[in-house]
Nanobody, 126 residues
């Protein structure tokens, strides 16, 4: 079992950057694929990015490709989401999620994940 805590959200102007962190407790962190999702008011939770357990495979939603980068430091039990060139439409609560997977990371649905953090708010002003 793993517990997840997100941090790093905040208010930023359009064109700015933020780096979100997802810190995990528990053992064998490198056996978990991690995904980032976001949910805006009145909308469904949507996939943003994911990374395999060992960190060699990454996946992105088309809407963030080229602007966001997911990475992980398994020695620190932490996954990061670097968000550059932020847009007002990126405003949402961002969640990280985990599921058992060493080599694969291409899990795009919230139902693919077993563990969730509490979320961190990202607000991008125009």
């Amino acid at each position: 079992q793993v517990q997840l805590v997100e941090s790093g959200g905040g208010l930023v102007q359009a064109g700015g950057s933020l780096r979100l962190s997802c810190a995990a407790s528990g053992r064998a962190f490198n056996t978990y694929a991690i995904g980032w999702f976001r949910q805006a008011p009145g909308k469904e939770r949507e996939f943003v990015a994911s990374i395999s357990g060992i960190g060699d495979s990454t996946y992105y939603a088309d809407s963030v490709k080229g602007r966001f980068t997911i990475s992980r430091d398994n020695a620190k039990n932490t996954v990061y989401l670097q968000m550059n060139n932020l847009k007002p439409e990126d405003t949402a609560v961002y969640y990280c999620a985990a599921r058992r997977s060493l080599l694969s990371g291409d899990y795009y649905s919230p139902s693919d994940y077993d563990y969730w953090g509490q979320g961190t708010q990202v607000t991008v002003s125009s």
